[in-house]
């Protein structure tokens, strides 16, 4: 079992001051930055935005990991791109053609990530699993941070390493929702090598965060 990436959400950081934030948790050894950004219509909550990811660039050089939870998707790849995102992750349900997406996020030199919510089957990525970067698994229902781990989605995770071992390609697995020191362990044992982490990562404020993040990489 190897030691697992941690892309801490900054949905839980201090919206007040974002940037200096996001240096602390570099800082505290986050490996890549997670940014949530929800529409209010995909997802019932309104985060941030492209002009928002633009600003934090300068603060960090770790991966920014660009989760959109947000629909249409497409008409907004090429400012989150330009903004910065390094990885781009978007939901199927979020338009109608997925396949076009994971190429529209390629050809603008991005990584490409497929999320899947809770209630959506492995299944989905069987015609996707070959020309994407990553795939992460929603571990609670998009929409907000601070919710309980949904333990259905160990399963999907172990379906999900298995697909990704037979295509013999580097495609990370990423687990959202709910990850603390307990289910950190469970999540690496079922094949996840990244872990997104808000609350688990901003508790106790900034004296805390890289114990925090080394908490959540412990896996012995
Ligand atoms: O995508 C998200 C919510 O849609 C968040 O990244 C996720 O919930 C992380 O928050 P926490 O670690 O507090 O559960």
């Known amino acids: 079992m190897s030691v697992p990436l941690i892309s801490p959400s900054i949905l ?10 996001v240096r602390a948790i570099d800082a505290a050894g986050a490996d890549w930055i997670h940014v949530d950004v929800m529409d209010g219509h995909f997802v019932p909550n309104i985060t941030i935005g492209p002009m928002v990811v633009k600003a934090l660039r300068p603060h ?12 249409p998707v497409d008409a907004y790849l090429e400012a989150f791109a330009a903004a910065g995102a390094d990885i781009i992750t978007f939901h199927p349900e979020a338009g109608p053609h997925a396949h ?3 190429q529209a996020i390629k050809a603008l030199g991005k990584k ?26 929603m571990s609670v229902n998009p929409g907000f941070g601070g919710q309980s781990f949904i333990s259905s989605q160990l399963r999907k995770i172990e379906a999900i390493r298995k697909m990704i071992d037979k295509t013999g390609r580097d495609i ?10 307990n289910t950190a362990r469970l999540c690496v044992d079922a094949g996840a090598d990244v872990l997104v ?19 959540l990489k412990r896996i012995d």
């Open 12 to 21: 839980s950081a201090d919206f007040a001051r974002l940037g200096e934030e």
């Open 60 to 71: 960090t050089a770790k991966p920014f990991d660009v989760h959109l939870m947000i629909s």
């Open 100 to 102: 076009r997406t994971v």
């Open 112 to 137: 490409a990530g497929v999320s899947l919510n809770p209630a959506t089957p492995a299944k989905m990525l069987d015609y996707l699993i070959d020309d994407i970067d990553l795939v992460l698994v």
């Open 172 to 181: 990370h697995l990423e687990v959202d929702g709910g990850v603390d020191v």
């Open 197 to 215: 982490a808000g609350t688990a990562t901003f508790k106790g404020g900034p004296d805390h965060y890289a114990a925090n993040i080394a908490a």
